[in-house]
């Protein structure tokens, strides 16, 4: 008898999910939501619409002639019918959507940009940093291309320890405007080559490049960690972007040269000063 009361309450239990199952079912079909059209979403949210119309993005999705679906707001948000007759929660919210979600929503069309294999290799893919942490897709953007501030601001709002490192006494004169962070750095890509690759360097200190008739490995970097194996990128307390100030210097490498000391650093007192390559001598000398 009580096995049968436990059969019955399952039976029962199975019945009412595919009740419930053939509702939801039926009720999708019947609900299908449709789209409207930018003008009715408008209609409610005024002030986000107002702002968004003279939106760079508003300018090329509106265009007189361009003949598509849900054409403005709904491209990205979905049909809105249900949404606009009481339903709030159904339409698309990016704001509550994953990272990953929301990017390939803006790479159906921005693929051309960056490909969606890219971004998830980017360092801010990885990160799972949002499309929209950058960009601002409804207001007049504060920056170009849609930023929500200019850069570097933008770039410092996450980073900020790499301001301090462009006020040290030798820097790249970002602060100053004469470089950007995206000069160096590609926020949508991985780095083609390692970041330390002797290009990213010598495409502006191409004097640096070479070719040299005695070339020292360790300056053009195929093997090693190149100009940064001496240089930092971003600042340094030392002259010169130094990473070390004196001797300590060379002698990361040239251990067997410690008791070699005829006075001063290195690359000075007139010996090894052509040390980023030379045309003359293989040692460096001048
Ligand atoms: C009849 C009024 C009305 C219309 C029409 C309308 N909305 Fe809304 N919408 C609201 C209200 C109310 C909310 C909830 C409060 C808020 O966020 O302003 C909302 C919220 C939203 C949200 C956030 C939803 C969430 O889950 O957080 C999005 C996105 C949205 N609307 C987009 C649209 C789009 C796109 C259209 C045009 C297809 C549209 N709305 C048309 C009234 C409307
Ligand atoms: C290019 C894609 C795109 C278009 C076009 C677009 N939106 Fe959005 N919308 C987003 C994204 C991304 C978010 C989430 C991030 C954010 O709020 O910045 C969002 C969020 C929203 C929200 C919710 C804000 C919140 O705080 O939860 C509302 C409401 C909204 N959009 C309405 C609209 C309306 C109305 C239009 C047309 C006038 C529109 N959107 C056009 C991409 C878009
Ligand atoms: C329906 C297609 C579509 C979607 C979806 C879309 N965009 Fe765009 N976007 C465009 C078009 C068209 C342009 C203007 C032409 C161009 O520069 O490619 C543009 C331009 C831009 C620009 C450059 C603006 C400038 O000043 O040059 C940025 C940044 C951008 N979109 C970001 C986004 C982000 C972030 C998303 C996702 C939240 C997104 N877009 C979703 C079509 C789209
Ligand atoms: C960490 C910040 C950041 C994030 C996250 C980010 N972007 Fe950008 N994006 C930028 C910056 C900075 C530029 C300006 C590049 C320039 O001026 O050279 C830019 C430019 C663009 C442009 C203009 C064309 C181009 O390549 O310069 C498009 C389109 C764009 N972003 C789309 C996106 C999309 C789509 C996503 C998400 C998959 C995204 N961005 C995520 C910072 C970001
Ligand atoms: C919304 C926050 C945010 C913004 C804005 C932002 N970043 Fe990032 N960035 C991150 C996060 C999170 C990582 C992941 C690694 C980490 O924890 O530092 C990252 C990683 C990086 C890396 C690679 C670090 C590594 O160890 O591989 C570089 C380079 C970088 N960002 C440069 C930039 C530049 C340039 C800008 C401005 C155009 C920028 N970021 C804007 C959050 C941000
Ligand atoms: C002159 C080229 C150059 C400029 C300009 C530049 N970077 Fe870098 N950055 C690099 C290199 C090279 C690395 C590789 C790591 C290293 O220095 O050891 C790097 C590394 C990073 C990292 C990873 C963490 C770290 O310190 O190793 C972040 C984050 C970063 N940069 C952010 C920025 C921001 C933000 C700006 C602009 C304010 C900027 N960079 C400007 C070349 C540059
Ligand atoms: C986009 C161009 C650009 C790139 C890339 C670049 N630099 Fe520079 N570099 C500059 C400019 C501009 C200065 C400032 C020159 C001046 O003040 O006259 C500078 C100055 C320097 C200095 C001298 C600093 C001082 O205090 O006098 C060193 C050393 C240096 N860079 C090394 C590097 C290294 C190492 C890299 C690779 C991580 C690199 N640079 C990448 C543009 C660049
Ligand atoms: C073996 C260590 C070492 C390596 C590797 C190295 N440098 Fe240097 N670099 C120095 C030293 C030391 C100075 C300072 C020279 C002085 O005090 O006169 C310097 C100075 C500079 C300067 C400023 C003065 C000038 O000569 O223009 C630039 C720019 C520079 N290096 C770029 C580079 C670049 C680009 C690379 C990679 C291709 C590189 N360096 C690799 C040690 C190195
Ligand atoms: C990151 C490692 C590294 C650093 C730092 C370094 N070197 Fe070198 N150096 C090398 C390598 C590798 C060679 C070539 C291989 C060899 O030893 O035969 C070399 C070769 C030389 C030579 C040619 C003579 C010889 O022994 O073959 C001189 C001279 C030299 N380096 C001077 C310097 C000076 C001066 C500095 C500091 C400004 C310096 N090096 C910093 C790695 C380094």
């Avoid at 100053?176 to 926020?187: N, Q």
């Avoid at 004196?246 to 000391?261: E, M, S, Y």
Wanted: glycine share 8%; net charge positive.
């Amino acid at each position: 008898m009580k096995r049968w009361g436990v059969c019955l309450g399952i039976a029962c239990a199975i019945g009412a999910l595919l009740f419930t199952a053939a509702r939801l079912a039926g009720q999708s079909e019947e609900e299908q939501p449709s789209y409207l059209s930018a003008e009715a979403c408008a209609g409610c949210h005024e002030d986000l619409a107002k702002e968004w119309e003279t939106h760079p993005h508003a300018r090329f999705l509106m265009a007189a002639g361009r003949e598509v679906e849900g054409k403005g707001c709904e491209e990205c948000h979905g049909p809105g019918s249900n949404h606009a007759a009481g339903d709030i929660k159904a339409i698309r919210n990016p704001a509550k959507m994953k990272p990953a979600e929301e990017a390939a929503l803006c790479l159906r069309c921005h693929r051309r940009d960056f490909p969606a294999q890219d971004w998830h290799a980017a360092a801010h893919g990885r990160a799972r940093i949002a499309c929209s942490k950058c960009h601002d897709v409804h207001h007049p953007p504060k920056g170009s291309k849609m930023l929500r501030q200019p850069v570097p601001d933008l770039c410092f709002s996450c980073h900020p320890q790499q301001r301090g490192q462009f006020r040290q006494n030798a820097h790249h004169p970002v602060l100053e405007g004469r470089l950007s962070c995206l000069d160096c750095h590609d926020p949508h890509r991985p780095p083609t080559r390692s970041l330390l690759a002797d290009d990213t360097c010598t495409q502006c200190h191409a004097e640096k490049a070479g070719p040299f008739t005695y070339a020292h490995d360790v300056a053009l970097g195929d093997t090693t960690e190149g100009c940064l194996a001496c240089h930092r990128s971003h600042g340094s307390p030392h002259p010169q972007l130094l990473r070390l100030a004196g001797r300590g210097l060379c002698q990361q490498c040239h251990l067997d040269k410690i008791t070699h000391n005829p006075g001063g650093r290195c690359w000075q007192s007139g010996c090894h000063v052509d040390f980023h390559g030379s045309h003359r001598d293989p040692r460096f000398l001048r």
